[in-house]
């Protein structure tokens, strides 16, 4: 089960990327996008719905093994937050892209409450909470983006 849980919890492995593994871990999660996009939209949120759960309960799980708290090497908070992001959105370079580019610029400044599910719940759920808010705020300025395009 260790292995099963590292494995998830790191996405593959990308956790463990000696620089950025946020980064590289979202970069991870396109080919998981590009394969959910086929689902139609019910599908596809009912798929994130379950992730999210998961995602939840791999990374408190990995915590546990790493010993640390909201360990660079979990990154599949990041993979939820870059799919949240690209909800109900048709895949091409641009919205690929752009979609990185907000997940990316989201997570990072944690905007509140972002920021408060980052400093005040220190479990899977604090792990993954404030990437789903940088998913929905990506997912929203990506949809207004592409529609002003």
Avoid at 30 to 56: D, E, G, K, N, R
Avoid at 57 to 62: D, E, L, N, T
Avoid at 112 to 138: Q, S
């Amino acid at each position: 089960m260790r292995k099963f849980v590292v494995l998830f919890a790191s996405w593959f492995g990308t956790g463990f990327s000696p620089f950025a593994s946020g980064t590289v871990g979202t970069l991870a999660a396109i080919p998981f996008y590009l394969v959910l996009s086929t689902l139609s939209l019910p599908l596809y949120l009912l798929t994130l719905l379950a992730f999210f759960f998961f995602s939840c309960w791999a990374a408190g799980q990995a915590e546990e093994i790493f010993g640390e708290k909201d360990s660079g090497k979990i990154v599949i908070d990041e993979v939820i937050g870059y799919l949240i992001t690209m909800t109900a959105v048709s895949p091409s370079w641009l919205s690929i892209t752009a979609g990185f580019l907000l997940f990316r610029f989201f997570d990072i400044t944690k905007i509140p409450p972002a920021r408060y599910f980052d400093r005040n719940l220190k479990n899977g759920y604090g792990v993954v909470l404030d990437d789903v808010i940088a998913g929905i705020y990506a997912c929203l300025s990506l949809h207004l983006l592409l529609r002003f395009l």
